[in-house]
């Protein structure tokens, strides 16, 4: 059986943002397990962030855990001079740190529109930059990958898909989409790659309050052409391998792993 540090990432270090529950959880003990050094970031709630910790080097792994609010510029430059001292560098972010505040776009207020611009699209860019930076700082490490730094963004279908009494995050995701775009654009001549991974449904606290009940969970899936509901473990796998040499020849693209959301399944049976 392959030792945990004889993986994909071998040798490499990753940031994944937002990462002591949900997806990415899921992602950072994946991207751990293909054996890069991780870094376990968290907003609230030490205690679950050290609990990942500890699993990951349960396994074998490497891991640490550091606080930051991702929308914060003095936060996330903290983070990553304190990831930088421990690791010595970077060489893969997961922008996964996100949230929702729902509301009826006539009653959505200014705070609930800034609170999810700021974190789900003004903490993707504040660490890509911290990331770039560092990339460009430290120039290609040919030993460890042939790219000089990956970045993925964690979009959603909704980046595509309109949603009523969700503006503020659909137009956040649509934002993470451009930005991802540009970015890729203007620094693929350097070798940094940028790519985004939208989720659609996947079984986790953000939309316990759908897939919870019956009735919940039957609407869902009649979203779901594939029949069922997401799990993590889908969307680690795809990020293990956006971040891996597997997809060298991938940058600006983003991958839909949503069981089908996108294929608007109400025309199967209209139009
Ligand atoms: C949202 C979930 C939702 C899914 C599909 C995700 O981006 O965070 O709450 O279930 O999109 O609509």
């Known amino acids: 059986m392959a030792k945990t540090n004889d993986g994909v990432l071998k040798g490499q270090r990753a940031l994944v943002t937002g990462s002591s529950s949900g997806i990415g959880r899921e992602v950072v003990k994946e991207m751990a397990k293909a054996g890069a050094s991780v870094v376990v970031n968290y907003r609230r709630g030490g205690d679950k962030a050290n609990e990942v910790v500890q699993e990951i080097k349960d396994a074998g ?54 609170s999810v611009i700021s974190v789900d699209l003004g903490g993707q860019f504040l660490c890509s930059r911290e990331a770039v930076r560092e990339f460009l700082r430290r120039g290609m490490v040919p030993e460890l990958s042939s790219a000089m730094g990956k970045i993925i ?74 029949g069922r509901i997401g799990e993590v473990s889908d969307i680690a796998k795809a990020a293990v391998w956006l971040a891996s040499d597997e997809s060298d020849y991938v940058t600006g693209a983003t991958l839909y792993v949503d069981g089908g959301m996108m294929l608007y399944p109400s025309f199967r049976t209209g139009g």
């Open 61 to 114: 792994g490497e891991a640490i855990a550091l606080q930051a609010d991702v929308s914060k510029e003095d936060e996330v430059q903290d983070m990553f001079k304190k990831m930088i001292e421990v690791y010595g560098s970077i060489d893969i972010l997961v922008n996964n740190a996100g949230l929702q505040r729902d509301a009826a776009f006539h009653e959505m207020t200014l705070e609930q529109w800034n």
């Open 153 to 226: 963004c964690m979009s959603s279908v909704h980046d595509g898909i309109p949603w009523a009494g969700h503006a503020n995050y659909a137009a956040s995701k649509g934002g993470v989409s451009m930005m991802m775009k540009t970015l890729a654009q203007e620094l693929a001549p350097n070798r940094i790659r940028a790519n985004a991974i939208s989720p659609g449904a996947i079984k986790t606290d953000i939309n316990k309050s759908v897939w919870g009940t019956p009735e919940g969970m039957k609407g869902l899936l009649t979203l779901i052409p594939y």
